[in-house]
């Protein structure tokens, strides 16, 4: 089956194995927003480093907080897009199976 | 219109309008949650009446923002479950609609 | 008793009943905001008994979950003026209670 | 300057420049917890690369946003220890704009 998706991805990149996780077309984005997060965690550092004022240190952990939740939300609708409603087109027990875990990670998100 | 809906739902469950928005089956379970929650408003107003100390106020506002945490992420399990796996399954372009609508309503429950 | 602690009060403003929960000022605007949440949980039991649609009612969710955010927020502020202050200022070891009393408050609501 | 701060400090120890802004006896705690932060945004980027599993990159960004609000919260608590509590006892209405503006980190905080 892998070797038929392989073939039929040359027709059509969606079935592209090398996709199946759905964030692949997005990579270079998620890289992109991951190293920027790192480097917030560096400044962070410098921040107590220099001993910088505590509101200030607050302001920038909430903003690199709001920069994960972002990612979050854009891998999960990729997720979502990809192996979520591809495994309902399978399959609808699949389906199901694939949300009550994707669900498990939204509670995660929310509570965290 | 609900005889009609019922009888087309013969051919189709998915027209079902018993079903078509996935969370009938658990509506009572749901008004049962939210009768809860709605006293948890009341007693709020009785202790800010009672003049009852803040720090237990702020616990009771807390066990109730998690009670409506657990609601929504409820609802939205049923909602892929229902409407977003169907119109995946009807149709790509709907389930991808459908995810991107379920996707805002995760990112504002994650941001509220 | 509200007499004796009144007379108190003339020497010690900081145990006058209608100061010493520090929202007192406030409380007619709490119980506005949380009649008004108490009938957005009854507005969301009707949501569910008409079967509206899923993404909707999530909505509403947030706005619900945003007005206790809102009154918790306020709730911590007015605390913090009245008692943490109000400790610090008598006594350092119990104003460094009171921080600690309100912090496992505020961990417990961005938990929440 | 440390030196002259140092002495003034055996006076007065909230005039000791090492704990002006309240969160250096932690120093070191701080920058461990940021360092394993910054590890937590490389590993990130390696499951990117690797193309790992959605949900458990989204368990790794859970884990990391619960790390920062953990250190959001001890960062707070020193702060209120250290400059709202210092600042209310010099000064009621310096306590009380202290408390605003740590009350709006706050809300920052429950929001991100």
């Known amino acids: 089956m892998v ?8 027709l059509d990149p969606e079935l592209d194995p090398d996709h199946h996780h759905g964030y692949l077309q997005a990579k270079e984005d998620y890289l992109k927003r991951l190293r920027r997060i790192e480097g917030q ?14 509101i200030d240190i607050l302001t920038q952990v909430s903003a690199m907080t709001k920069a ?3 990612v979050s939300v854009r891998l999960l609708e990729e997720h979502m897009n990809h ?11 699949a389906g199901r199976e694939k949300v009550a875990e994707a669900i498990e990670a939204v509670a995660r998100l929310v509570r965290s």
Not at 41 to 54: F, H, K, P, S, T
Not at 83 to 93: M, N
């Open 3 to 10: 070797q038929d998706a392989a073939h039929t991805a040359a």
């Open 41 to 54: 965690a560096r400044g962070l550092q410098r921040m107590v480093e220099e001993e910088q004022y505590c």
């Open 68 to 70: 994960l939740h972002s």
């Open 83 to 93: 192996c979520v409603l591809g495994a309902a087109r399978a399959d609808e027990q």
